[in-house]
């Protein structure tokens, strides 16, 4: 049974870490939660900053080829992007383009995290790239599977180079002003391919927890949880991830018995929709596993209802009950407290839905883009059934020109996010090694540019 589980749950777990398991998955709603919560207060910095309408984002559109590999295909789309000009020097500053990756882009990704953040420094120009396909981004015939051919990271890292050059032109930046690419997730694999492959466009890049090795069978995402849930560092202990082992084992025994244990498993769980079909029950575990990987993949950021601090605290019976609490008592309080944060009565889960809203190709204009991820997954990177993301990414350098970071308490892309007075000093120390990585490239721009190289 441990296997079956075992199984399942890291299935359902890196699906809905991805955004992918609509109804059921609970990841994809923190996600979006974080994310809105984000961009809210990303729109209150822009407006907080005066009465100057340079301080508010604009937003651009790009005509795009919609098959840049095709000469005799003319049909185009058109790409949103949004740019933030209010630190610009113009003349040779910097170009910070900001990768979209498979959901929307809002005016907060030029207004707040680090790439923004960053950009007093060099007075940079910060650009963000919404990704094909994506957000209002949608080519004309929507998520159809005719159209869905014309999405892979092959056309999007097509349309940063088309839109290097155009937006080059657009805003009248010098040929020496190095273009910086930022990207955090998939868009950090992105700005890394961007920099492998166009060199001579693309100066340097910041990729942030990008998985850039493709795997079908990602069983290691359940690992970092699992270390996750120990790590001292963050909350975490030994008896915390025992705790957690425990309270999956008495779902799975209530699921076992059946009959009134199930429907009191049910109930006490806020679960809407029936238990009675084993998808269903698996979907539920996706549910629960996507809230232990949810409180460690977004530890430490704006918005997230859990950290793991806080979740092993309920698992070890904390919340004033101790003398009651179990680690099943205190995984029913952490469900509790994630739906009242989302604004849910109840936890869902229904494989029948999830189907459905995957098979419908009406595109989403907010959030993650669960459909199209789901085909880019199915065609490019796998990234199935078994899950953080670091264990696919670069976590040493591989030579002087390529440095790596790994920032031990981060969460995931929590370097990409705003700075808060809560920061952990390693990821303090993590944005200071960015900040001078930066500062060694820009050097080494300046100095080019000197010498007429660029
Ligand atoms: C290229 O585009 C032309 C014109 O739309 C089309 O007839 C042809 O089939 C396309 N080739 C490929 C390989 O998609
Ligand atoms: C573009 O920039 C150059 C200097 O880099 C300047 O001479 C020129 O007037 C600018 N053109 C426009 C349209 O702003
Ligand atoms: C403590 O836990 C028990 C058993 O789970 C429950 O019946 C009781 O209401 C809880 N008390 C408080 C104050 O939460």
Not at 233 to 247: K, T
Request: aromatic letters at 8%; a neutral charge.
């Amino acid at each position: 049974m441990t296997v079956w589980l075992a199984r399942w749950l890291g299935r359902l777990l890196l699906v809905s870490l991805w955004g992918l398991s609509a109804p059921a998955s609970l990841l994809r709603r923190l996600g979006e939660h974080i994310q809105q919560f984000q961009e809210s207060s990303a729109q209150g910095l822009g407006l907080s900053l005066g009465p100057g309408a340079a301080a508010l984002p604009k937003v651009g559109w790009l005509e795009q080829l919609l098959d840049p590999f095709n000469v005799s295909d003319r049909r185009s789309f058109l790409q949103r992007y949004w740019v933030n000009e209010q630190h610009w020097v113009g003349e040779d500053g910097p170009i910070f383009l900001h990768l979209g990756g498979e959901g929307s882009l809002g005016p907060g990704s030029v207004m707040r995290g680090h790439p923004a953040a960053l950009a007093p420094a060099w007075g940079a120009l910060v650009i963000s790239l919404e990704h094909r396909f994506y957000g209002l981004s949608i080519p004309a015939g929507g998520l159809e599977m005719a159209q869905l051919r014309f999405l892979s990271s092959r056309h999007a890292l097509a349309d940063v180079v088309s839109a290097r050059l155009a937006l080059s032109r657009l805003f009248n930046v010098s040929s020496s002003s190095p273009w910086i690419c930022f990207g955090g997730s998939y868009a950090g694999s992105l700005a890394a391919w961007a920099r492998l492959k166009f060199p001579h466009l693309i100066f340097a890049s910041v990729a942030s927890s990008a998985p850039v090795r493709a795997v079908l069978d990602f069983s290691e995402y359940n690992d970092v949880v699992s270390r996750s849930l120990m790590s001292t560092a963050i909350g975490g202990s030994l008896e915390c991830r025992a705790a957690v082992s425990a309270a999956f084992a008495e779902v799975e025994r209530r699921l076992r018995l059946g009959g009134a244990a199930q429907a009191a498993l049910r109930s006490e769980l806020s679960a809407c929709g029936t238990l009675g079909s084993a998808e269903n029950q698996a979907e539920l575990l996706g549910a629960l596993q996507a809230l232990v990987g949810g409180a460690v993949q977004y530890d430490g950021q704006a918005g997230a209802p859990l950290s793991v601090r806080q979740l092993c605290g309920l698992l070890l019976g904390g919340g004033g009950n101790r003398s009651h609490s179990t680690p099943y008592c205190g995984l029913r309080r952490a469900v509790q407290i994630v739906l009242h944060s989302l604004g849910q009565k109840c936890l869902s889960f229904s494989r029948a839905e999830t189907v459905a809203q995957l098979r419908s190709t009406e595109p989403q204009l907010s959030g993650v883009g669960d459909r199209q991820w789901l085909y880019q997954t199915c065609t490019e990177f796998g990234f199935w059934d078994t899950d953080p993301w670091h264990v696919l990414s670069v976590t040493q350098a591989l030579g002087s020109s390529e440095s790596a970071l790994l920032i031990r308490t981060g969460s995931h892309c929590l370097d990409m996010a705003p700075e808060r007075p809560s920061d952990s000093p390693s990821l303090r120390l993590g944005r200071q090694n960015i900040f001078q990585q930066l500062q060694t490239w820009l050097k080494l721009a300046k100095e080019s540019q000197v010498k007429g190289e660029v």
